[in-house]
């Protein structure tokens, strides 16, 4: 069955210091990939996307995401985290339309 | 370019009432998605639409549960004598198409709870 999956349910971070959020998928062909991230009461943010190519990807407020085939795996990655990077973060995968969520990461981000 | 809309953002509704929820695609997208996010049970697809068309609802409960796209106007999603355990965000996506362009973008949900 095609799954993602998100080993890390809740992250404590420093301000400042680095975060890395780990992701795998199964699924028979490589899907698409994707990271989002949810504020508190808020929707989702698309923060990167991964359809093929170069397999670092850069997204938006500073994060990045790594997809290694070996692995199954596509990390996200932010060299020094803010406060208000404070949230939940889903990684997901597409082969046709239907998304797949991983569980979530719930990042704290202390001073 | 405005995002996904969803309205309302939050809806109170007493046991065997309907609900109704809307959803404006980002302009120019022409497929709509519906996924629930229940608490302990992640995101999960519901629904997926094409203009007057549903293409797959393998995620919809068989029952009390109905979507539709029309041609003129929101994505509505509609829940008939909701129960408690109807209580959920539900959010919408869209998509400009499938195939090569697979991203889909989300609106801010509507937090549904039932009394």
């Known amino acids: 069955a095609q799954s993602v999956t998100q080993p890390d349910i809740h992250i404590t971070v420093s301000e400042g210091a680095s975060l890395e959020l780990r992701c795998n998928y199964s699924y028979g062909a490589t899907p698409y990939l994707f990271w989002y991230v949810q504020s508190p009461g808020q929707g989702l943010q698309l923060l990167l996307k991964y359809f093929s190519g170069d397999t670092l990807v850069q997204g938006i407020k500073g994060f990045e995401a790594e997809f290694k085939r070996s692995q199954s795996s596509f990390n996200l990655r932010k060299p020094s985290v803010h406060w208000s990077d ?17 569980a979530g990461t719930t990042v704290t981000v202390r001073a | 370019n405005a995002g996904v809309m ?7 509704r007493r046991r065997g009432q309907e609900a109704r929820l809307r959803c404006s695609p980002m302009k120019g997208h022409s497929h ?3 996924y629930r996010q229940l608490p302990e049970e992640g995101l999960k697809f519901m629904v997926y639409l094409q203009k007057e068309n549903i293409i797959d609802e393998s995620g919809m409960p068989k029952e009390r ?17 909701v129960v408690r355990g109807d209580s959920a965000a539900y959010f919408c996506a869209s998509s400009l198409r499938t195939g090569a362009e697979k991203t889909q973008y989300f609106g801010p949900g509507t937090r549904l709870l039932v009394l």
Do not use: M, T
């Open chain 2, 32 to 34: 709509v998605y519906w």
């Open chain 1, 86 to 102: 404070a949230a939940e973060y889903f990684c997901a995968a597409v082969n046709d339309y239907k998304l797949s969520f991983g």
């Open chain 2, 6 to 12: 969803q309205n309302p953002r939050h809806l109170v």
């Open chain 2, 65 to 81: 549960f109905s979507a539709e796209f029309p041609k003129e106007g929101p994505s509505i999603l509609r829940i008939q004598q």
